[in-house]
Structures are given as structure tokens and as C-alpha cells.
């Protein structure tokens, strides 16, 4: 049995740019995109903290230490400038593989620069 598993989450990024008429995707500053084992071209959903939109588009570079987060193409209609969002992939593994499997979690303030990492999430509690 496959099961898909969250890869990688840039946690509260902040969109600095909506470019309706660039081809599409999402712009990430490459150092992100390192951290955060995203591959340019790699499947991203994104989800928009801001007005609840969900959507699915690729990664790509942006210049490395830039801080851009620009959602482009049609894509750009979900998101604006200075909208937190949260930017996930996914990885599909065997029964095997999910023991030792912990995702990479990457928190951002609203300059979109690393405020910490972690591979678990807090358990929720009453």
C-alpha cells in the first residue's frame, strides 16, 4: 500500500507578488526552495490563509535571498500581495518507509525570512 504523506510546508510565507500575465507558477527564492527540499518544477499546493483559496501549481526559482513569493498566471487571482499562505508538497511512500519518515517544516515571518524548523507538529490539544 502507497501512502501520501506531507513532504515539506513554508509555513505562513507572504506573497510579495501576484503576476497575472507571467507564465505560470509560483516564484520562490531559491534559498527557500533549498530548505525546504522543493524542486523547481515540483507539484505545490498552496493554501491562502488570508481568503481560504486552494490551489495547485509548480515551483519555480526566484533569486536566491530575494524573499519572493510570487504567485503568477491565473493562480494569481487567489492570492495578493501581503497574503499569508502556506505552501506544501507531498511525497507518496511504502508501508516501509513511514517509520522513519518526517517531513521538512519551514516557518516564516512576514519579510519571508526563516523564523525556525521543525520536522513534527505540536500535537492539538482540547
Do not use: W
Not at 503576476?19 to 520562490?28: K, M, P, R, V
Not at 490551489?55 to 499569508?84: C, L, M, Q, W
Amino acid at each position: 500500500m502507497l501512502i501520501t504523506m506531507l513532504k515539506t510546508k513554508l509555513h505562513r510565507a507572504c506573497v510579495t507578488h501576484a503576476e497575472l500575465e507571467y507564465e505560470g507558477s509560483c516564484a520562490i527564492d531559491a534559498r527557500l526552495l533549498k530548505m525546504a527540499d522543493i524542486h523547481e518544477y515540483e507539484q505545490i499546493q498552496i493554501y491562502n490563509i488570508n481568503n481560504g483559496e486552494r490551489f495547485t501549481t509548480y515551483a519555480i526559482k526566484a533569486e536566491e535571498g530575494s524573499g519572493i513569493i510570487s504567485v503568477n498566471g491565473a493562480a494569481a487571482h487567489k492570492a495578493s500581495p501581503g497574503d499569508r499562505i502556506i505552501i506544501c508538497s507531498y511525497t507518496t511512500l511504502n508501508q516501509n518507509e513511514l517509520a522513519s519518515f518526517k517531513p521538512t517544516l519551514v516557518y516564516l515571518d512576514e519579510n519571508n525570512v526563516v523564523t525556525r524548523t521543525a520536522n513534527t507538529i505540536p500535537m492539538q490539544v482540547a
